[in-house]
């Protein structure tokens, strides 16, 4: 079946380690998507990407790198220079089109 | 893209429809509607999407004022599984460039016995 792979589910990092989550889709979606969110709050947009090799930030890009070297795989590096880390990390990708996101499962980030 | 009103939470009884409301007074011509719900802990699922017409799939029905300053998202007989926090988004389609979506803190539904 199609869809949105994050992994792994849970994170463990002591304070000042970089750390990469991992999101990979094999629906052929040209777009792909980053979000952190926080106990009881919305969805906030890290970074984006419309196409390979592209990408561009999003209202909290500070402290986090991503790349884009292929179609299906949008890694989020979450950096020492982000200061609060621990969130629910959350991947989503979309064709072009009126289309909804299809979304991972998300990853839950825990830094010690 | 347009700003969402909802409330923070709702309730309703297992079998009943769930109706849930969201204003979006300033939506632009070309923007859309969509309804996506997250349950605890889980990614958000894509519910429906509109623009002008009332739209209705397998999940739920999406009612959208002539005006379409506000929608009605309507789960028909909700159940227990359909406990999760909805969130109320209007953006542009995905035209070729990335449309980011705009999440608010979306109407808890608390579905009960």
């Known amino acids: 079946d199609g869809g949105i792979t994050q992994s792994p589910k849970y994170l463990f990092r002591k304070e000042g380690q970089n750390v990469t989550l991992s999101c990979e889709q094999n629906?052929?979606?040209?777009?792909m998507y980053w979000y952190r969110q926080d106990p009881g709050q919305g969805l906030r947009l890290i970074y984006y990407?419309?196409?390979?090799?592209?990408?561009q930030k999003g209202d909290i890009a500070e402290g986090y790198s991503v790349s884009r070297e292929k179609k299906e795989s949008f890694p989020l590096t979450v950096t020492s220079a982000q200061k609060n880390p621990t969130a629910f990390y959350l991947c989503?990708?979309?064709?072009?089109?009126?289309?909804?996101?299809?979304f991972g499962s998300g990853t839950r980030l825990t830094v010690v | 893209d347009a700003k969402t009103t909802q409330p923070p939470s709702m309730d309703c009884a297992e079998g009943r429809a769930a109706n849930l409301p969201c204003n979006h007074s300033?939506?632009?011509?070309?923007?859309?509607v969509y309804w996506y719900r997250q349950i605890h802990s889980q990614g958000p699922q894509y519910i429906i999407h509109?623009?002008?017409n009332n739209e209705t799939n397998e999940m739920a029905s999406l009612i959208i004022t002539e005006d379409r300053k506000s929608s009605t998202l309507i789960l028909p007989h909700a159940t227990l599984r359909d406990t999760a926090v909805y969130y109320c988004?209007?953006?542009?389609?995905?035209?070729?460039?990335?449309?980011?979506?705009?999440f608010g803190t979306g109407t808890r539904l608390q579905v009960t016995l």
């Open positions: 989503a990708s979309s064709m072009q089109g009126p289309y909804g996101y299809t």
């Open positions: 629906l052929n979606h040209d777009a």
């Open positions: 990407s419309q196409i390979v090799n592209d990408f």
């Open positions: 300033t939506i632009s011509g070309n923007e859309y």
């Open positions: 509109g623009l002008k």
């Open positions: 988004i209007v953006r542009v389609a995905n035209t070729g460039t990335a449309s980011k979506l705009t």
